[in-house]
């Protein structure tokens, strides 16, 4: 479990994903004046340099935020309009950086305690004993620090503990590695015990599409889940290349229960961006599902 290290991954396709995402589902539910309780199950180290270490090992920042970032300019240059969604996400990651370079990436953790409101708070959990020193330090020196709390500690055992927030308004990000294939069987236990406490909360799971079963069989599961306590969901999936044999990521998901009504709009502008950015050798393509239920 503990050679998992999000920075290899920072700033790929599947984090441009998830935190487009997250970013309109925070937005979403901040247009109420009421306290909002943020959950991040696996928060990592919150931030990294895509200029040193893991990063430049794995290069996956290559194919996802900085050919994202090319596009874009490309865009600006011939007066192309770019989707809003996409546009305050790359605002979020910019707002790390100075004006004209893209050297940091910022997690989820960075990310949501950018967007604290001086009435929300984000609780954020990490096993992983040198992550969770970073994001200690990291999250320190912010000035939201005081609204945030760390936690290392088993995530999936401790959410149901969690919900519902007293204010009764609550977004969870739930994104391990999945390295360990036990993580899918704990996140669909947890989801079970949140959703029987909290039924109106907004879940938001992030998942690499895999050629593995229990992959595979996820967002099916957890349609499932969602139709046995009556709620809404939204599944979405990326998909960057389609080249058998390779090892890298090629496709990820995201599926959302209880889902803001503005969501499958918001992405069904930003996918087809997002594949033509983002798409290698004509792979890219995208997945884009919902359900409303009938209470």
Known sequence: MFSYRHAFHAGSHADILKHLTLIHLVNYLQEKP??????????????????????TVSKEADGGIFRLMQYIDTCKRTNTPIPESIQEYVGCIEAENIEGQLSTYPGSPFILARLLRPQDRLKLFELHPKEIDILRHKIGELKQSKRI????EDSFARLKGLVPPPSRRGLVLIDPSYEDKQDYRFLEVAMEQALQRFATGCYAVWYPVLSRRESAALPDRLKKIAAAHKRSWLHTELRVENAPGERRLQASGMFIINPPWTLEKHLAQALPILTKALGINGGGQFVLKSFEAKN
């Open 34 to 55: 009421g306290a909002l309780t943020m959950v991040d199950t696996h928060a990592g180290a919150g931030i990294y340099n895509l200029q040193d270490g893991f990063s």
């Open 149 to 152: 709390d760390i936690y290392a």
